[in-house]
T-cell receptor, first 115, second 111 residues
Framework: DVKVTQSSRYLVKRTGEKVFLECVQDMDHENMFWYRQDPGLGLRLIYFSYDVKMKEKGDIPEGYSVSREKKERFSLILESASTNQTSMYLC??????????????FGPGTRLTVT | GEDVEQSLFLSVREGDSSVINCTYTDSSSTYLYWYKQEPGAGLQLLTYIFSNMDMKQDQRLTVLLNKKDKHLSLRIADTQTGDSAIYFCAEKVSSASKIIFGSGTRLSIRP
């Protein structure tokens, strides 16, 4: 059974703090993704990675960075948290090939509040 | 550009069929998906259809794809309270690794 875990379910941080969100998958997936989910806006892709040390910007990368030092782990970093980054953050992973229709497996999400 | 649109809310009576609709803009889509998100959880793939198909049935779920109109629908037969969730339509375009998600349709079931 595929498992994608995220380091925290709930997080409260202050404006200006550096925030790390961690994601780990156990299926040896090549692709990993970070999304934010906001009501009425659906899922918006922040960054994704298709290999160790590789990253690509998604649709809304501003204010975020990522790190992928190991295949199973993908970190999202908010260098200086701001209140408009209050959101639900979802991590996902998938195979690079199309064997399973590129199905993405999601973690449970981290609800981040920035005060 | 790539865009996936769906209505935000749908309310149905328990036992009726639910039909959730979605439109997309990219004609080079290869796969189209329906994901389900239950309260407090991440998304889970419910079903998908390859772009050269026009229908797929899986137990209570029926997916219809109209490529000409770029319209995708999900029908849930005999809707139950456990079907209450947000349903996301998504597409994968052939030129990209990423999947584009719609805004999600919140399905609520009334007795």
């Amino acid at each position: 059974d595929v498992k994608v875990t995220q380091s925290s379910r709930y997080l409260v941080k202050r404006t200006g703090e550096k925030v790390f969100l961690e994601c780990v998958q156990d299926m040896d997936h090549e692709n990993m993704f970070w999304y934010r989910q906001d009501p009425g806006l659906g899922l918006r892709l922040i960054y994704f990675s298709y290999d160790v040390k590789m990253k690509e910007k998604g649709d809304i990368p501003e204010g975020y960075s990522v790190s992928r030092e190991k295949k199973e782990r993908f970190s999202l970093i908010l260098e200086s948290a701001s209140t408009n980054q209050t959101s639900m953050y979802l991590c996902a992973s998938s195979f690079l090939s199309g064997d399973r229709a590129y199905e993405q497996y999601f973690g449970p999400g981290t609800r981040l509040t920035v005060t | 550009g790539e865009d996936v649109e769906q209505s935000l809310f749908l309310s149905v009576r328990e036992g009726d069929s639910s039909v959730i609709n979605c439109t997309y803009t990219d004609s080079s889509s290869t796969y189209l998906y329906w994901y389900k998100q239950e309260p407090g959880a991440g998304l889970q793939l419910l079903t998908y259809i390859f772009s050269n198909m026009d229908m797929k049935q899986d137990q209570r779920l029926t997916v219809l794809l109209n490529k000409k109109d770029k319209h995708l629908s999900l029908r849930i037969a005999d809707t139950q309270t456990g079907d209450s969730a947000i349903y996301f339509c998504a597409e994968k375009v052939s030129s990209a690794s990423k999947i584009i998600f719609g805004s999600g349709t919140r399905l609520s079931i009334r007795p």
